[in-house]
Structure formats: C-alpha cells, structure tokens
C-alpha cells in the first residue's frame, strides 16, 4: 500500500473504532485513535499471520499490551477479513466474542487477556523467548504498549529480561499519546525519557511521529532488520487523533465520542477497505506432543524426604518422558529443586532471575505457544505475581505453579519467607487446581498429573523432609483424598495435608493409646475437594477437626467446609491454622508456637470429644 | 574515624555477623560481610540517628532492603550500643527480637519489614517523599540493596518515582557483590550495567570499590552533596568479603560459615569497638495529632449515590478533620473518586501513577513517620501488590486500601477490570479488617472509623450507583452487621453486602409478597465477622444464603461459616457467588448471568425452604 492508502486504512481503523464504541456506549476509542496508524501499517506491510490458521506455527504474534484500545484490535481484525462489520458492531454485548478487554477464550487471533495494564509485554517476551529459543519457527512479536502503562515495574522487568536474552524477534510500539486515564503522563511526549530507558536495559530505540506512516514503515523496517537487541518504537501520538473535539484533550478517556455522527465525518466517513495481511511462511513447530510416559522417582515408605526434592527429581523426570515440559524459577532453583530439571534440560530451562511476575508472565507466554511450564519460587513470593494469576486465569492459559517453603515449617528464616496466603490466594482463581502433597512418591504422582489438566495448577511443596508414607504405586487422582486412619469407633476426623497431615498421623497414635479413635484424611488435592470422602467422614464421626499450615482464611479449613456449602448439613467443624505472627524459631518450635503440631491437634480432639460426650 | 579505625569497625561487623550465624546455626553471613565496610562508614560518619529515641523527627532513615543481611544490622546495632553482645547471639532464637529478617514489630529501630526482595527501597522512597513534602525535618533515607534484587520491577518502579520526585534526601546503596542466592547474577561486577539504568531514571550515581572506605566515605559525600536526584551508590564488593574459603564463592548463599572459629580468627578476632553515631538537629513533627471530627457528608435515605464517591467525599471531608490523613492513588483518581481529596488537600495527595506496588510501599512509607494513608485503586488491581500488602502486614504498618470497581457489577469492561478475589486476599492478611459499605451513609462512616485501627483495613466500593438504605446517623461498628428484615416467621437468613445486599433485599420483598418470610443481614464488616448475629440468625432461621459478587472461595460465604468454625454446630449453608468467567455484559445482565442478583437469590430461597419443608 502506498501512503495514501495507509492513511485510509488508519482512518477507517479510527471510525470504526468510534462506531464500535458508539454502538456499545462504552469502550476507549480516543486510545484506539491514537494508534491507529502504527496498526494500519502493521497490518499492511510487517506483520505476517494467517487469519485461517491461527495456529500456524510461523505465525508472527501480536499482543495488545495496552487491552482497553479494543476497538482498534476489532477494527483491524474487520479490515483484515476476520469478522464482519455486523460483529464489529456487537461490541461489548451480551454474548459477544468482542469483549471490552481481548481474551483468548473468545476469539482465536487473540494471544493472551490484557486490561491489567503492564502485562503485554511481559507475555510477549516470555513468547519471543520461546520462538528463539524452543519453537525457532522464525516468527516475530509485536507489543503494542500504551505510555501510561511503562510506570509499571512489570514493564521494565521484562524490558531487563529481553535485553538480557537479546531478544531480536521482539518488537515493543510504545504510543505514547501523552495522556492516561486520570490525565497526563509523568513524560508527556518526551520520547527521548522513553528512549534512555529502553536503551538502559540493553534495547535498540526509533523515535517518530506515530501518524508519519511512511515514518512508521521504516521503523518497523529498522526493528527488522536490528540483530541481537529487542526494539522499542516510541510513536509520538495523539489521544483521540483526526477529531478535533476529543484530540488530546483530557478528560475523554474511556469514553464514546460526544458526537459520533460528526466524528465520523470529520474522518472521512466509514470506509469498507479490506487489508492482505502479509502471510507466513511454512514452518512446523518442533517440540513433540506430550504424551510420553514419564519414569517417575520411586521412594521406600519410612525414608525421609523433602517434597520439593520430590518436586525436582519428578520433573526432571517428566522432562525426560516430554519434550513438551519446560522449567522456570525466580532465581531459587537450589532451593525449590527445580535445579535438578535445570541440569538434566539445560535447554528447556529458564532462569528468570528475582522477578516473578516475569517468571508467571514468561510461563504465560510458553503456554500460549503449547508448551508445558513448570515455574518455581518460594510460595510466598508468588503473592508478588497475584495479578498475573489472575489475568493467566481470565485468558485460560494453561500453567503449573509450584510455591516452595510452604508455611511456619520453614523455620528460623521467619515470616517473609513463609507462604501463609498462597493456598487460599490460589483457590479464589477461576479454574484453579490447588495440590497440597505430603510425602514424595504422592508428589511425583501429582507432578506428573498436573501436566494435564486445564488452567491454572498449582503445587505446594515443604522446606523440611518428611517420611514417605505411601507406596509409589499408589495412586492420587486430582479432587480425591485418602482415609489414612480409620474405624468403627472413629469419635471425629482430623483433616491435614502436607506438613500437617504427619503430625496429624503422630496425634491420632497418641489419641488411640488413650482409646480414642480419630479418622485421619490426607485432603491432598485442596481444590477441587472430595466431597464425598468428608461428607462421609462428617456423617461418620460427627465432627471434623482441620489443621493447616496456613492462615485460617481461605486454605484447608474453607475447602473442607466447601463440601458441605450447598446446602448439605454440615458437622460441627474445628480448625486449627496459622493464627498469630510468627518469628525466628526452628520448625518444631513453630509448629508448636502456631498450635498444629501433633501435641495441639491431639489436646483440640480431647477436648472435642469431651464436649460431644457432655452434650 | 580514621580508615584504619572505619576498616577496623568494618571487620567488627563481619565477625559480629559471623559469630550470630554460627550461634543460631543459620542466616546469611556471606552476604553480611559483603556490605560491612559500606555499613561501618555509614554509621559512623553519615548516618544521623539517635537510637534511645527512634522516634525522634530529625532521625535519618536506615532500611536494610536486602533483608537477609540482617546479621550485618544487628551487629551494627551492637556497635551503636543499641543491643548487647549476649543479645547478639540469640539471633534466630525463639522470642529473640532479632529475627532472620527485621521486622519493626519487634525493634523499634527498623522501619519496614524487609526479607522480600525489591520492597526496601520502594518503602524507602514512600519515606523520602514524606520527608520532602510532609515532615520536612529534614530527614535523609538510607537504603541498603543487594544487586539482586535489582531483576525486581518494582525497584524500577521506585527509582522512577524517586527520580521524578527529585529526592536527594534518598540514597540507595548498592552491594554489588556479584552472587545471588542460586549464582551468579545478570550483570555481576558491571557496574556501569546498573548505574545507566539508574540515570535513565533520573538518578545520580557514584560507582565505587565497595570496601575502600575512604571511598565510601566520599561517595557519601558526595551523594549528600547532590540536589536535585536520589543518588545511587554503586558499590563493587565481595561476597564473604575477608575469609578466603568463602569469599566471592559460589554456592554459600544463606549458610554459616564452614569453620566460624578460623574464620574469625582470619578477621582479625573478636573486637568490642562502639561507635558514635551522630544525632539528628532538634526538630519536631508538622502534622497535628488525628483528633479532629470530621463533618462527613449525609446522604438522604432513597437517594441513588456510588459508594466510590461517598468514598470520595468522605475521605476530602477526613482530610479536613484530620491533618495527618493522605490520599494516595494508582492514576485512576477520576474513577476511585480520591480526586475529590486531591482537589481539597492538593499537598495531601500523592499520584503513583500506574504502579500499584509503588501505590503501597508508598503508603507503608509514609505510616512509618506516623501519616494515615489512603490508596486507592480499582480493587482488581490491588493484587499487583499482594506481596506488598503481605509485607506490610508482616511489619505491622497501618495502612488503608480502597478498592473500587468490584465484582461483575462493573459490567462492560469484562474480567480484567473486576475485583473477584479482593475480599479473599485481603480476609487472608494477619490482623486485617475487611470492610464492604452498600450505601453512601455506611461509606462515610467506615471512611472516618478505617483511620483509627491497626494493621491493614480494606474497603471495598462499586461503580454504580446504589440507593442510600441508612440514615446519616446510624453507627456501623466494626466486627458488626445490620439485620434489615426480620420476623417471627423467617424461614431462612440471606447474608449479603456490598451489591448484592440490595438484590437480597428485592428478592426478600418479593418472597414475603408470596409469603415466604427471610431475615436479611447486611456483612458490611467482612472481617472481623459478627458472629453473635449470624450465629443467632442460624439457630432461628435454620439455614444461611450467602450472596456475593466475587468468586466463591474465600469471600462472604467463608466469612460467614468463619462464624461456626470453633465447633459451634453449623447451620445449612448455600452459598451464591460467581462461579463463571464474565464477559462483557450490563451491570444488570452480568449479575443475573452470575446467579447473584434479586431473582436468583428468591429462587434459591424458595428451593431451600421447600427442601427444609420436605424434610
């Protein structure tokens, strides 16, 4: 296309984009406008993608890091042939596939779900990592970013991690309209503040005028053709662009144009252009499908290990049976275990160093292209990367998350280090999977199971080595647990997992020596819980006693009571968790200090028991 | 002090830190020595501290951002003469003050938990802002890094905020000691990769031989010397600097010395060395004390008013009352309405631009030197900065976080722009209150009653519009609830807040057209729960429907069994919550697609009171 042709296609971008908007009522398009030439230029000339088959495997990949310019994304799948104007139109309604934030869950063209901003280019480098170093189809990814959006750390995290791996294939078009929701940015159109910062962390950088489409045509060009760095394009634009009323003023941001009609026509009126999108070449994906048969790790029952030992040496193991599996940690892999993947993969590997929202943003990103991630760190500071759960989750991207030092167990190193949140942090996210292991023939079981299931899973490992009590045949079927303790006299049942469920063991010896029965459940798989075993229990033995090496709110306590919360009549319920806050003490004397270890769970049953027997 | 004198303080501090690891058989001594020199000429020559009175408003501001360095401050401490030597040596010790990680909650010297990386010198900057525009007592804050922790964004995040907020009364001191936990780091001894990333940000930087002191003497100097810019100090250092089996050695991190004897001996010995830290000038806090009663605004009974801007309101109308209130907010001040604080109290106001974890450690920051802060943001993107609010827990900072924009209520922006996990993050934190208002009345009175409590308050507003249900003089305790339709005959009890709890009152007025009784309680306080009102709603209704607008874990569903979860016998529980991924849709369609609104809530009454009818 020549430059007038692309200026056509721009401002049939930007109408449609107010029609869009104006249709639902709601909607960004003075965002949409502003970027609609770096689209339109995109479209036309750089990006290489097949419409039919979203999956090629050669397929360049587009991101839209700043989501809430929708109507631009929607317009442009319009002019590309994607969908029609009568869709384009259903905007942000009930049922539509065009929601007011891009999600892969509804349309196909669509990488990863934006609208938390600074979250694009983090999924888009973790993307480009896997196209250089896994896939090698030759693709490249685009990140259209807004301005407003590089005030957040995630953003230079990734901008540090691609610098770092040279990332070449990785093309940011930062649109730098100079003004946010709430009003102007910290930089204005000061490109150059843009530039250096980039330029800091290792990146190559173009400035222009982000509405010169023949300047835009050649930044694209010279990102291209930049070896051994990622590009940063620093477009200066502006909110609203090609209607006079709305152009880069404040106040209008997510907003329809006041007078739609009027802009319309300001902008030429609707035009019906369509745009050859440039397609990719052929390429095959390379990793094999995941369905070899892992060789997992046997351990005797009675030898003491830690379960993220367990974690490591399964993994390493399931890398073996699957070329598809891959392994990321936060700069802790000695720790969490994920090491032992690392020496037997190197290539499969991924050190993200102490940044984890990259390290969640980067599994994100490899999951998107179908691969397997494994990604590590202390469960505590999973916490850090909450928000990219939650949009991993909103896109459906398909991740295991394995959090290490799980609770008070962990010791001396004292609360920072101790994840007291993360169980219930995970089971509040859509579709999660929340797996709580004990002994590690049941970890290396879970490992290898979580590989296949759909969204977002997550593994709880300990510090401390604890005795294998299971037989590594036996098997843990995701939503079950075991019934470790059982009779006809059971008085209650104590329900633990992980570190909690031995002391639970230990408590129910000590309680049986006294005559009192107590059935024991290994609640191992968290979320989704077995309903049956405990509504069971409940019947059984009246009265459920919880212990968790978490706080009381939203871990094991809330799960079990989740199984009785239809309707179903449920027991008398005590639960014992993590109630005070914790200092420096060694393991036992924590788990003493919290009130769940073995001496705790025992004295809570007696006097339990003592209470029904008063009633 | 002379150098031989500084050098000799220097090696006093790497003993002491030795000596306390070996005592408590853990702890990171390696990465103490590293540092040692950097901290010895601090204290003896820069930093301005009197440590019988912490509190005193000249004192400059010491946090030790690489936490785990803390045998390192506790032997300063000793030095300064704050602890004993006996006291040393319980490092780690259960019910010593000196945890693995500092926390002020037990030293009044520390003004921030630290031990998750990248946290101290975003706190440290919340520090300097308040020095620079509040305190003005003309304070410097000291933040002592690791390298790495400079792979976190969030210390991106703060060196922009800093450099855009001109704080030269902010030095970062950066232990370039090459190793992090697991390795090497990204740019080892590349000073220069560190100091232009600094710049980029608009800071001053000094690289220096991080155990010259004579160097580190200057570079002091100089960085107390520049206006204008923060400064970092970028110091080039060993890692178990002076004891050749460990020094600059990998595999180390986080471990006692092999042979703490020899070690010590190759140190030099053990030496009693007190150094004399110069004191603060006299000077004396600006902000009056928060006694003031603040004239809320009142709200008419049937007006249709948005939480959010009684929020809004509320906190300019604190404001005024109150001189030691602040708002903060994350560049969505239009839509959390904090802007009608910014607009009274323009000195009072801080934007963080999009930088949630910023929005909070600012907030920590200025709690530390006794300001009440305000943040706000939309409540889903609160968990950006879960592992900040963690954090600040752990160190007990009182802080208020306002989350808008909640649950599926918002409508057409979709997921990403919903809080669905808010109540569970935040129910989950140590010691915090969880407030949800449904009307503009409650708002103001929850805005004024959040001021005065401990520890972390969150309070949670919607975007539309909601009738006003209470009168400007009711009361709202916390840990209280309201019962707002109750009879002799009520044949169950629906507990709803926030949005829901105006469909829960729709949905009981169309039961009782059909003669079907139910008792109403509005959960405004989500945390800490009433338990006597539900608990006696249970024994008299027989069964509990929980509505809420956010997902079923961890929410008002949980905080309401919390209510049973010592045993007490539990009524039948059914819980209504969103269990599907939204998409875009009207308020209205979006809460009866949830199952969440008035004609959801009846039928689920009627269900149930069939069923009990059955039984």
């Known amino acids: 296309m020549n430059t007038r042709q692309l200026s056509e296609l721009a401002q049939q971008l930007r109408v449609d984009s107010v029609r869009a908007a104006a249709a639902a009522g709601s909607g960004h398009p003075t965002s949409s406008m502003s970027a609609a030439d770096l689209m339109a230029v995109l479209l036309a000339h750089h990006m290489r993608y097949d419409f039919d088959r979203p999956a090629h495997p050669g397929n360049d990949r587009f991101v839209l890091s700043k989501g809430h310019a929708s109507p631009l994304l929607y317009a442009a799948y319009k002019a590309a042939g994607a969908i029609n104007d009568t869709e384009l139109l259903t905007f942000r309604r009930l049922g539509s596939r065009l929601e007011g934030h891009p999600t892969p869950r509804r349309l196909p063209w669509v990488e990863t779900a934006t609208g938390s901003l600074g979250q694009g280019l983090p999924v888009g480098v973790g993307i480009a990592l896997a196209g250089k170093r896994l896939d090698r189809t030759g693709y490249r990814v685009w990140v259209l970013c807004g301005d407003s959006e590089l005030a957040e750390g995630s953003i230079w995290e990734a901008a540090e991690h691609a610098g770092y791996e040279h990332l070449d294939n990785l093309i940011a078009i930062v649109d730098v309209n100079r003004l946010g929701q709430r009003g102007p940015t910290r930089h204005g159109h000061d490109l150059r503040a843009y530039a250096r910062r980039f330029q800091a962390f290792g990146w190559h950088t173009v400035e222009i005028d982000g509405h010169d489409v023949d300047a835009v045509d050649h930044a694209y060009d010279e990102a291209l053709s930049t070896a051994g760095q990622p590009t940063a394009i620093l477009a200066r634009t502006l909110k609203g662009k090609g209607v006079a009323s709305v152009q880069d003023r404040e106040g209008l941001h997510g907003k329809p144009l006041p007078d739609p009609e009027e802009a319309i026509a300001e902008l030429g009126g609707v035009r019906h252009l369509r745009v050859e999108v440039p397609h990719p070449a052929a390429a095959r994906m390379l990793h094999p499908a995941g369905s070899g048969h892992a060789e997992l790790p046997r351990y005797r029952t009675g030898d003491e290990v830690a379960t993220r030992d367990a974690y490591g040496k399964a993994l390493a193991a399931l890398g073996t049976a699957r070329g598809d599996v891959v392994a990321l940690d936060g700069e802790v892999s000695d720790s969490t275990r994920s090491e032992f993947f690392a020496k037997e993969h190197p290539d499969r590997f991924f050190e993200c160093y102490i940044a984890e929202q990259q390290l969640v943003a980067t599994s994100v990103g490899m999951a998107t292209r179908g691969w397997v991630p494994y990604a590590s760190t202390f469960a505590a500071f999973l916490t850090r990367a909450y928000d990219f759960v939650r949009m991993a989750s909103i896109g459906g991207a398909g991740i295991n998350l394995v959090g290490s030092h799980a609770g008070v167990a962990i010791g001396q190193d004292g609360p920072s280090q101790m994840g007291l949140e993360d169980l219930a942090m995970f089971r509040t996210v859509y ?185």
């Open 431 to 615: 579709g999660s999977t929340v797996l709580y292991p004990c002994d590690a023939n049941q970890t290396a079981k879970l490992v290898a199971e979580m590989a296949g299931l759909d969204g977002i899973r997550y593994l709880r490992t300990s510090r401390g080595a604890t005795p294998v009590i299971y037989s590594a045949t036996e098997e843990f079927p995701i939503g079950g647990s075991k019934v470790l303790r059982a009779s006809g006299e059971d008085r209650l049942t104590v329900v633990a997992a992980g570190v909690t469920l031995h002391e639970a063991l230990a408590a129910a010896d000590a309680l049986d020596r006294e005559g009192i029965r107590v059935r024991v459940i290994d609640l191992y798989s968290v979320k989704p819980v077995d309903r049956r075993t405990l509504r069971e229990a409940a019947e059984t033995t009246g009265c459920l006693l919880t212990v968790e090496d978490h706080r009381e709110e939203g871990g094991i306590g809330d799960a079990v009571l989740d199984a009785f919360a239809d309707g179903h009549p449920v027991p008398r319920v005590v639960r014992l968790a993590v109630r005070t806050m914790p200092g420096s003490a060694t393991p036992a004397e924590q788990l003493h200090a919290a009130g769940i270890d073995a001496g705790s769970i025992a004295a809570a049953a007696r006097a339990l028991v003592e209470t029904v027997v008063v009633r």
